[in-house]
């Protein structure tokens, strides 16, 4: 049988200086830098607020350094 599990999606995003807020359907995430990725907690202030959230809302891109994440996997680590 397959599972029909509903994928993870961002209806926005922030930055902050400590942390990438997604905002979800339910909720509101703060996700501290260090957890998001290594060269994201690297990046500079300008490079992180950067952040473009794709159209389908399954991920974020930050063009300033070339960093790509899926949002689920994201939002999922965050613990």
């Not at 999606?9 to 400590?18: G, H, N, R, V, Y």
């Amino acid at each position: 049988m397959e599972s029909k599990t509903q994928p993870v999606l961002a209806k926005a995003i922030e930055t902050t200086a400590d942390s990438l807020i997604a905002v979800t359907e339910t909720t509101r995430l703060a996700i501290p830098w260090t957890r998001c990725s290594e060269r994201l907690a690297r990046a500079s202030l300008l490079e992180r607020t950067r952040a473009q959230l794709s159209p389908s809302g399954y991920g974020i891109h930050w063009p300033l350094i070339d960093e790509d994440l899926a949002v689920g996997p994201l939002l999922n680590a965050r613990d």
